[in-house]
C-alpha cells in the first residue's frame, strides 16, 4: 500500500489536523491512493500482455482516386461523421464542374443498383472512402454514410 502520508509533499501541503480530520482524511487520500494504484496496474497488465484482444481495423478497399473526382474522395475520407449530407451544388463546389444531368434525374448515377456496367470513378470516390450514397433528387442532396 502506498504511504500518502509519509510523503514529504503531503505533511507541506497539508499539516497533520486534530480528531475526526485526520481519520477522514487519511481515509480518503488511502482510497484514492489505491484506486489510482489499481488502475495503474490493469493498464500496465493490458499493455503488457499480448494476449489482449484489441479490436481489428475495419478493412477498407486499398487504392485512390485520381482524376476529376479526387477532391470528393478527399473530403468524404477526412469527415468523422459517419454521415455526410452534401447538396449537389456543395458536390460541384468540391468537384469543380458541374455534375451529368443524370446524376440530377437518377438515383442509378449514385447508387449503380442495376447497373452491369464497370464501376465508374465517380463512384469509386465515395466507395474508396467507405461511404454509400443515398440520393435524394427532390431536394437536390446526398447522403454518403459510412460503412460498416
Known amino acids: 500500500m502506498v504511504q500518502l502520508a509519509s510523503c514529504r509533499l503531503f505533511r507541506t501541503a497539508h499539516p497533520p489536523r486534530t480528531g475526526g480530520d485526520t481519520m477522514r482524511l487519511s481515509g480518503l487520500l488511502e482510497r484514492e491512493a489505491k484506486t489510482v ?21 475495419t478493412p477498407r478497399p486499398l487504392g485512390r482516386v485520381s482524376g476529376k473526382y479526387r477532391f470528393l474522395y478527399e473530403y468524404l475520407e477526412n469527415r468523422y461523421a459517419d454521415v455526410v449530407v452534401l ?30 456496367t464497370e464501376k465508374s470513378p465517380c463512384s469509386d470516390a465515395w466507395v474508396l472512402a467507405g461511404r454509400t450514397a443515398a440520393p435524394n433528387l427532390t431536394a437536390r442532396t446526398v447522403a454518403f454514410e459510412r460503412v460498416g
Open 37 to 57: 494504484w489499481m488502475w495503474i496496474r490493469r493498464w500496465q497488465a493490458q499493455r503488457d500482455n499480448p494476449a489482449v484482444p484489441r479490436p481489428a481495423p
Open 87 to 116: 447538396t449537389f451544388s456543395q458536390i460541384e463546389d468540391l468537384l469543380g464542374f458541374a455534375l451529368p444531368d443524370l446524376a440530377r434525374s437518377q438515383n442509378e448515377w449514385w447508387t449503380r443498383a442495376g447497373v452491369q
